[in-house]
C-alpha cells in the first residue's frame, strides 16, 4: 500500500489552469467555442484566502511558507489582499460565497486588529452564506487567549489546529516550534473559544511505534474535537526530509496505525468520510468537502490556486507565490501569475482525482453538474477499475471499494489515460 499525498485543511491542489474572464455574450450562452461545456448551474463557491509567513519552516513541509525574519509586513500583506479581491470580483459577479479558509504558514501570527480588517473588507465585497463555514489556521506557540477571543469576535468560527503530536520528542523531530505542553494549552483555548474545531496529527513520524502513535490519536480524541485530521507524513520533494531522509516507519507499520486510527477514530463516533478526515456528525469540514465535490474556489493571496467555473469553461489561476513579488505584483494590478482552461479531456481526470478521495463517493448526476461532460466519457476507465475491485457503482452512486481506498493512487491514475 502506497501512502497517498496528504492534502492539509484548506489547500486546495493545483493541477492545470485557465483564461481570462468570460465575456457578457459568452455568459449569456449568445457564443460557443467548439468544443465548450455547457454546465447546468454553477457550483458552490468558497474562498481561500493564504497567509504566507511562519516562525519556523519545518522540514517535512512543502506549502507555500517562508519563515518571519524579525517582522513581516502586516498593513502592506492585507492591502494587498483587498487589491487581489477587488481585481478578481468580476469573475464571480452576484456569487454567494459559502465557506472561508484562511491557511498559510500560520495566520495565527496575525495581530486581531489585522484578522478583523481582513474580515471587514471581505464582508464588504463579497455577499457571503447566513451560515457560512469561516476557518483559521493555528498553530500551537502562537496561541494567546485574548486574541483568539478576538478572532472569534471577527467572525471566525472554526479552528484547525497544527498539533501534529503530543509527544515532545516527535514534535522536535518534526521541526516545530511548540512542544507538547503547549498543545494541549492550545486545544484548551480552542474548545474556550470555539465550539467547532480540528486537529491535525500525523502519524508514521520518525522512530515512532505504534503505541505511540495509539497514545497521539487517543489524547486527540480525550479533547473530543469536532473533527481530526490525520495524516501519513510523506516525505515531499524539495523539502529538508527529501534531502536528508529520517528513519521513519515501514509500509507494514504504517498500516497497522492506519488499522489502530480507524478503529479508534470509529469506536468515539467519528466517521472517516475522506482519505485522512474523521468527522463527528454534522462536523464535516465544508470547506474541504466543497474542494472534493469538484467545487469551485476564489484563492486570494501570495500562491494561492483558483477553480472558477463559467457556463461553458472553467479556469484556473495561480497568484505570485514569493511574498515580495506577490506584493510587487498587486501593487502593480496583476497578482495572476499564470491562469489556464482547462481542456475537455482533463475533466474527468480532475474530478475523480478529487471526488475518489471521498469514502462514500459521489452521486452519479454530481458529474455532469461539475464537469458538463457526460459519465459516459470516462466508461472506459471506469469499467476497468470496477473489474480490479477498486470500485463500486450503481446506477446512484460511485465510490472506492476497501481496496479502492487502500491504494488510491493506483486507482485515480486510471482515470489519467
Not at 500500500?1 to 449569456?28: C, D, H, N, Y
Not at 473588507?121 to 487567549?145: H, K, Q, V
Not at 462514500?360 to 472506459?380: C, M, P, Q, W, Y
Request: hydrophobic content about 40%; proline content about 6%.
Amino acid at each position: 500500500m502506497i501512502p497517498i499525498k496528504p492534502v492539509r485543511e484548506g489547500q486546495a491542489s493545483a493541477s492545470s489552469a485557465a483564461s481570462t474572464a468570460a465575456s457578457p455574450a459568452e455568459v449569456a450562452g449568445a457564443f460557443l467555442r467548439p468544443g465548450a461545456l455547457q454546465l447546468s448551474a454553477l457550483p458552490p463557491l468558497s474562498l481561500y484566502v493564504h497567509f504566507p509567513w511562519c516562525v519556523q519552516k519545518c522540514p517535512y513541509c512543502d506549502f507555500n511558507s517562508h519563515e518571519v525574519r524579525g517582522s513581516f509586513p502586516e498593513e502592506e500583506y492585507l492591502s494587498a489582499l483587498r487589491s487581489d479581491l477587488e481585481s478578481a470580483l468580476p469573475l464571480i459577479w452576484g456569487r454567494k460565497i459559502y465557506t472561508i479558509f484562511i491557511g498559510g504558514g500560520t495566520p495565527s501570527l496575525m495581530s486581531a486588529a489585522g484578522l478583523d480588517r481582513l474580515m471587514s473588507d471581505i464582508r464588504s465585497m463579497l455577499p457571503l452564506d447566513g451560515a457560512a463555514e469561516i476557518t483559521m489556521e493555528a498553530n500551537p506557540g502562537t496561541f494567546e487567549a485574548d486574541k483568539f477571543r478576538s478572532y472569534r469576535t471577527s467572525g471566525i468560527n472554526r479552528l484547525s489546529i497544527g498539533i501534529q503530536s503530543f509527544n515532545a520528542r516527535h514534535l522536535q523531530a518534526l521541526g516545530r516550534i511548540h512542544d507538547d505542553g503547549e498543545a494541549r494549552k492550545a486545544v484548551e483555548i480552542a474548545h474556550a473559544n470555539f465550539d467547532n474545531f480540528n486537529l491535525d496529527l500525523m502519524y508514521a513520524l520518525p522512530s515512532q511505534t505504534l503505541d505511540e502513535a495509539r497514545r497521539d490519536v487517543s489524547t486527540a480524541i480525550g479533547f473530543a474535537p469536532p473533527h481530526l485530521s490525520l495524516y501519513h507524513l510523506t516525505l515531499e520533494p524539495n523539502t529538508y526530509f527529501a534531502k536528508h531522509p529520517p528513519s521513519v516507519p515501514d509500509d507494514d507499520a504504517s498500516a497497522e496505525m492506519q488499522d489502530m486510527i480507524a478503529a479508534l477514530t470509529s469506536d468515539a463516533g467519528y466517521q472517516h468520510y475522506e482519505v485522512s478526515a474523521y468527522g463527528k456528525p454534522g462536523r464535516q469540514a465544508r470547506h474541504n468537502l466543497n474542494y472534493w465535490q469538484f467545487g469551485d474556489y476564489l484563492g486570494i493571496g501570495a500562491g494561492a490556486h483558483s477553480k472558477i467555473s463559467f457556463p461553458h469553461r472553467i479556469v484556473r489561476q495561480m497568484r505570485y507565490k514569493q511574498p515580495k513579488a506577490y506584493l510587487e505584483n498587486t501593487k502593480a494590478g496583476r497578482p495572476i501569475q499564470e491562469e489556464f482552461e482547462l481542456e475537455r479531456d482533463d475533466l474527468g481526470f480532475e474530478f475523480m482525482l478529487n471526488a475518489l478521495r471521498l469514502n462514500d463517493g459521489f452521486e452519479v448526476n454530481l458529474f455532469s453538474e461539475r464537469t458538463g461532460l457526460s459519465i459516459n466519457a470516462i466508461d472506459k476507465a471506469l469499467d476497468a477499475a470496477e473489474a480490479k475491485g477498486l470500485l463500486y457503482r450503481d446506477y446512484r452512486i460511485i465510490r472506492p471499494t476497501e481496496l479502492g481506498r487502500r491504494f488510491l493512487n493506483d486507482l485515480q491514475q486510471m482515470f489519467l489515460d
